[in-house]
């Protein structure tokens, strides 16, 4: 990645495509639309509430991140959708029953305007659900140029310059990278064939790289993390990223465990449960889709605590995650955590965290922050693994001989520290011998 010597101005309407019009993708919408109108603010969003200081701290410059950037304002953002139901944009937020009519009425007619093209469903790789909006086709290859042409017309019709994509869908059963993964070629027969590794996800990636289309993966699938993805992605100039949003559980895994690693305090046991009664709750009562996720949930402390270090703090820790389908929640999560941990002389201690949460309230920003800073990555010319969006995954893409960063902190840094860098701004250190 280098420093871009110039960031191509993001003028123009900019097409966000979601390969999903359920809760997360309808919550954000709904936002984004009420924002317009200055109805509501755009909360838990750090391109549109957050600053980036410049400088020393005396010199007191901290512009607001999108006007820094230069970032698509939401004006020009123009929404477009896949999904395997029919219902338009309003019709999915009513079934979520994430946002009250309070807002959604409001934004009603924008909202039904947006009606989700048919979407990819071979039903192995999602099993709990039954989609009857879905195209059709002899081959998956058939299949990603149906999706090519979607993109194409999409951009036409709504007279859009560019485009970027965010994976909101479900999640998939897990499926291992094989040899049909490695390289373009590989990849592309293994299309004409209908691999039966080769899932809906990876097909709607394998369209967006092909149509210059930057990708966000938002769930635990493959998608685009795998050789042959790469190689397009560098091929085609265009960023990709993922995986997993980072929303509630692991959020708070992200800020609690380097706590404890700062302080060398040890942990004996960490168990984590989940109760959810949404569309994602019903998917993940599935146990191949539960393994999906689990990767990525469990990953978390590993690279965070490093063990194989610390092996006195961290070396026998027990490690559990739990997801369980409990329709009354819907969209309103809990998670909890319990933390056998120890201090000086071994001597014992507990931690019990309880974080009632809105699964789609905390995704919602995290689809329209990767849009446009996948925007502005396409602007500055990167393109491959943008590893500097960690910050809103669970399990980061990386290059392969690197592990993944999962310190939110150290996370945040990396983010801020990239948008400098590529503003033609000193990174910061914040060492702070300069003041004295």
């Known amino acids: 990645m280098k420093q871009p010597e110039v960031v191509t101005p993001a003028s123009g309407k900019l097409a966000v495509l979601l ?62 959708a896949w999904d395997i139901f029919p ?29 989700p093209m048919p979407g990819v469903f071979y039903p192995e790789y999602v099993r709990r659900l039954n989609g009857t909006h879905v195209k059709k086709g002899e081959t998956k290859a058939e299949m990603v140029a149906q999706l090519r042409e979607d993109i194409r017309a999409f951009k036409r019709d709504n007279g859009c310059t560019r485009a970027v994509a965010v994976w909101c869908g479900s999640t998939e059963v897990w499926v291992s990278a094989n040899g049909c993964h490695h390289t373009v070629e590989s990849f592309e027969e293994a299309l004409a064939h209908n691999d039966p590794t080769i899932s809906n996800a990876q097909l709607y990636a394998w369209a967006c790289l092909r149509e210059h289309v930057a990708f966000a993966n938002g769930a635990p699938n493959l998608a685009v993390d795998f050789p042959a993805a790469w190689e397009l992605a560098r091929r085609e100039g265009v960023p990709i990223a993922g995986k997993d949003f980072k929303t509630g559980q692991t959020l708070m895994k992200t ?28 998917v993940l ?45 819907g969209d309103a999560k809990e998670g909890w955590d319990n933390i056998d941990l120890f201090g000086w002389l071994g001597y014992p201690m507990q931690m019990k965290i309880d974080f009632l949460c809105r699964d789609s309230i905390l995704a919602a920003p995290i689809v329209l922050d990767l849009a446009l800073l996948l925007d502005f990555a396409q602007r500055a010319g990167w393109s491959g693994i943008q590893e500097w969006l960690s910050f809103y995954f669970k399990c980061p893409m990386t290059a392969p001989e ?8 150290i996370q945040l840094m990396k983010l801020k520290n990239t948008m400098r860098w590529a503003m033609g701004e000193e990174t910061l250190t914040h060492l702070g011998h300069e003041y004295y």
């Open 87 to 115: 219902d338009n944009a309003y019709e999915s937020a009513i079934h979520a029953d994430v946002l009250t009519r309070e807002h959604l009425d409001v934004v009603r007619d924008e909202l039904e305007a947006i009606r």
């Open 285 to 329: 009562d599935d146990p191949e889709s539960f393994k999906s996720k689990e990767t990525t949930k469990l990953g978390v402390l590993d690279y965070i605590l490093q063990p194989e270090i610390y092996q006195s703090l961290y070396g026998k820790l027990f490690h559990k995650v739990r997801i369980e389908y409990y329709p009354p929640r």
């Open 19 to 80: 390969p999903g019009l359920g809760a997360v993708s309808t919550t954000m919408i709904a936002g984004v639309l009420l924002a317009r109108r200055g109805l509501a603010e755009p909360v838990g969003s750090l391109t549109q509430m957050g600053t980036i200081r410049l400088g020393k701290r005396t010199d007191a410059k901290a512009p607001r991140i999108d006007d820094f950037l230069g970032l698509a304002k939401l004006d020009d953002l123009v929404f477009g």
């Open 402 to 409: 690197l592990y993944p960063e999962h310190d939110l902190f």
């Open 255 to 282: 800020v609690v465990a380097p706590a404890l690693k700062a302080r060398m305090l040890g942990v004996r046991g960490w168990f984590s449960t989940n109760i959810l009664g949404n569309r994602d709750g019903e």
